[in-house]
């Protein structure tokens, strides 16, 4: 019972953070220099930090080792593609981002 609960936080953090990061690369004029919209990324940052914290509790809980070391890799994902990232590319980079949060909610939906 409590991974079942585990895996919907999972999914509601992600979604929302899936959101929210959408919004950074959609408006991203709005976020460069506005002091105002600080908070809100302070709460990505937030939600990257919950979304890794409870991705690796799920890559420990999961049975399988295949489906533990996928989790682990969407776990660990926002800080792999931060290592690749150039600043040219951030938007390309921040998309392959939002596309591996909402591959992780799938993933932890169907496992």
Do not use: E, H, W
């Not at 409590?2 to 004029?29: E, G, Q, S, W």
């Not at 080792?65 to 682990?72: A, G, R, S």
């Not at 926002?78 to 290592?83: A, M, Q, R, S, V």
Request: hydrophobic residues 60%.
């Amino acid at each position: 019972m409590p991974v079942i609960i585990l895996k919907y936080f999972f999914c509601f953090i992600a979604i929302f953070l899936a959101l929210l990061l959408t919004l950074r690369v959609l408006f991203d004029n709005i976020f460069k220099n506005n002091n105002k919209l600080s908070p809100v990324v302070a709460l990505i940052g937030g939600l990257f930090l919950l979304y890794t914290l409870i991705g690796l509790i799920l890559s420990l809980v999961y049975p399988n080792i295949l489906n533990k070391f996928i989790m682990f890799l969407f776990s660990l994902s926002p800080f792999i593609i931060g290592k690749l990232v150039s600043y040219k590319r951030l938007r390309l980079y921040s998309i392959i981002q939002v596309l591996c949060v909402i591959f992780s909610i799938g993933f932890v939906l169907i496992f």
